[in-house]
């Protein structure tokens, strides 16, 4: 198996139609240990049973917003397993009226929110899990095309997204010398509760599967499958990048 002796936290499963619940299970299938984060006591009442379907060993609290948190998080995992080999980043938040209009509209509040939670998270948990990951390792965020283009109501999320795609090229120097990698996913768009929140998400999925070289929307076992890869020994000299797994689209141009 792949991953087998490996550990893995999985950071931002919201549920069972999530890409960190697909990768989840797929890491669990070839032989990762798992663990996973919850914001509060509403989150938790959703991360139980899915850690328990799952075969998760330990959930934790861990608001990524808060570096008290974060740091108290680092200690429990040193305590349950002494390192940790895989982290996997799928948070990512913007207001709701921040994701339709225009994006001039976006407020002062919005964008920092926005910011903080989807980019500087991944460098906040990475500062404490660094030391814990001393035999090297992987870590993968989550991304999309809007980081590049513009998608229409994508708006303040796909600066957030330009933002940690950017910030995963600096994290890959600054822990690559500990021989940790650090890449982003970026997956064509999925049926997820975050993207239910994007007016005119509906729109999205036609144009990919009329325009995507394979003709069709990725699914978030797709999405899975290179996680897979990315957590792997089979990338060990991949890092710094930024992976398309979104049936081609991002190379057409009309």
């Not at 938790?44 to 740091?71: A, L, M, Q, W, Y």
């Not at 509760?193 to 325009?211: N, Y």
Request: hydrophobic letters at 45%; proline letters at 2%.
């Amino acid at each position: 198996m792949l991953l087998s002796g490996k550990k893995a936290l999985i950071f931002g499963v919201a549920n069972d139609r999530s890409i960190a619940y697909a990768i989840s299970k797929m890491f669990k299938a070839q032989g990762a240990a798992l663990a996973f984060n919850f914001v509060n006591d509403a989150i938790r009442k959703r991360i139980e049973p899915i850690s328990e379907e799952v075969g998760g060993e330990f959930i934790f609290p861990c608001d990524v917003t808060r570096d008290e948190e974060i740091s108290q998080a680092a200690r429990l995992v040193r305590e349950r397993w002494g390192g940790v080999d895989i982290l996997v980043h799928s948070v990512a938040f913007a207001n709701r009226e921040d994701l339709a209009g225009r994006y001039i509209e976006t407020s002062r509040a919005g964008f920092a929110l926005a910011l903080d939670i989807s980019c500087f998270s991944l460098v906040a948990v990475c500062r404490a899990f660094e030391p814990l990951m001393s035999e090297g390792g992987s870590v993968m965020t989550m991304t999309y095309y809007g980081a590049e283009k513009v998608i229409p109501n994508y708006n303040v999320m796909g600066v957030a997204k330009a933002a940690l795609e950017a910030s995963v090229r600096y994290l890959s120097v600054d822990m690559g010398v500990q021989g940790i990698r650090v890449n982003a996913i970026s997956s064509g768009p999925l049926k997820t509760l975050a993207s239910s929140g994007i007016s005119g998400i509906k729109t999205i999925f036609k144009h990919v599967e009329e325009r995507a070289p394979l003709r069709r929307n990725v699914t978030q076992d797709d999405a899975a499958g290179l996680a897979l890869f990315l957590a792997s020994d089979l990338s060990t000299c991949i890092t710094g990048e930024t992976i398309y797994v979104d049936a081609g689209y991002n190379i057409m141009g009309m």
